[in-house]
């Protein structure tokens, strides 16, 4: 039986498939699962490259003038992109601070750092020093940039309070936008398979030239990362740790409003029912959505299909890979509700005639997204096929 590359190995099912050389525009699909194997764009480089220095330049852009502005009661807030976590840390919310500041400043440089690092390299047709750690950290990271869900989050918070005062759009804003769309059009274009393969070209480019290397090619080392032998004990752990961060993230408030010395607490789901009888309905429904929708799909999609496989299910595999992929995909979008607070935190700052803080339901809930990202990760969706007869191809 001749071996069969662990590169052509299904990340979602496991099924061993050969994938044949692409032309652009192509992509492969598991014959069993109809996972995108990998997808080969037009002139996919240089849109990423083009994209990433694009993105690094709208970043700088960003954090050098006013985000936003609130005016309210003739006392006029100005705002930059770092005050809302200077905010967070005087407040005692250091943990929100954090972060905030890692997923939407922090982990987005970083993946675009790799990238251009290592297409500089694929440039000059040489084998990148660390190329194997750069590509590993890249493609980990990608799930915790949260830019664009950051500016989903500033834009419902400020239709939020739109009636309350004016507020007011400063360069930063717009400079942010642009970076948001730059990242998020540069990851369409990245495909892991294809950045990989590019790099073991590279490399056996740079073998023909010469007779040693310090590391070995990168080659059938990157497809397939999942299967841990416990994989089923991790996400349940997982699973029952994030009900039990859900249980106060419902119960406390999410944010307490001040006004004229009194507090006024508001919890997640009250939160709600307020916007929806103020006749906000679509920001109630997007808050419904991302706050308890989501989340509580998740952790019911996931402890189901934990259960399925732990007793060696094998029926409705389409729908339950269906699902994890959803599961996998929209866990991190509840995280709007989290930015709308530290946005609003951020601008209604008014002393006695106003204030806006963070509750404590704001750390159970990000505990909460968190880890059901971590449970959606561990989860082994492999083990939905384990116990499938063998795959015959129609």
């Not at 994938?19 to 192509?26: G, R, S, T, Y």
């Not at 690092?117 to 890249?138: D, E, S």
Request: net charge neutral; proline share 4%.
């Amino acid at each position: 039986m001749s071996h069969v590359d662990q590169s052509d190995i299904c990340h979602e099912c496991g099924l061993n498939v050969h994938v044949p050389a692409l032309i652009e525009n192509q992509q492969a699909n598991c014959p069993r699962c109809d996972y995108v194997l990998t997808a080969k764009h037009i002139n996919a480089s240089a849109r990423i490259l083009a994209f990433s220095i694009s993105a690094i330049i709208f970043l700088a852009a960003s954090l050098n003038f006013d985000f936003l502005t609130f005016k309210a009661s003739g006392i006029e807030v100005h705002i930059d992109m770092f005050a809302s976590a200077t905010i967070l840390i005087e407040h005692g919310y250091v943990i929100l601070a954090i972060i905030e500041v890692i997923t939407i400043f922090i982990v987005p440089f970083i993946i675009l750092f790799c990238l251009l690092y290592l297409l500089f390299f694929i440039h000059r047709k040489t084998y990148p020093p660390k190329g194997k750690q750069v590509l590993a950290v890249l493609f980990f990271l990608v799930p915790w940039s949260m830019a664009e869900i950051f500016l989903i989050g500033t834009l419902v918070s400020l239709i939020k309070i739109s009636a309350l005062a004016d507020i007011g759009l400063g360069l930063s804003f717009y400079a942010y936008i642009l970076f948001s769309l730059s990242i998020t059009a540069a990851l369409l274009h990245l495909d892991k398979r294809q950045l990989y393969q590019k790099i073991d070209d590279v490399y056996l480019h740079q073998q023909s030239q010469q007779s040693l290397l310090s590391e070995p090619c990168t080659k059938n080392k990157h497809t397939n990362t999942k299967g841990p032998h416990n994989s089923i004990q991790q996400t349940w752990a997982l699973l029952l740790t994030s009900v039990v961060f859900y249980i106060p993230a419902n119960m406390l408030p999410i944010m307490n409003t001040r006004l004229l010395g009194q507090d006024d607490p508001s919890t997640i789901i009250g939160g709600i029912i307020l916007l929806w009888n103020h006749g906000s309905y679509p920001i109630a429904i997007v808050i419904f959505i991302a706050s308890v929708l989501v989340p509580v799909s998740k952790i019911l999609i996931l402890a189901w299909l934990t259960y399925s496989v732990q007793t060696g299910s094998t029926s409705l595999t389409t729908e339950r890979i269906k699902l994890y992929r959803w599961a996998e995909f929209v866990g991190r979008w509840s995280m709007v509700d989290i930015f709308v607070v530290i946005i609003l935190v951020s601008l209604v700052q008014l002393g006695n005639i106003m204030t806006i803080l963070p509750g404590a339901a704001t750390l159970a809930f990000s505990g909460v997204v968190v880890i059901t990202m971590i449970a959606a990760m561990r989860f082994d969706s492999t083990l939905i096929y384990n116990n499938m007869s063998t795959y015959e191809p129609k």
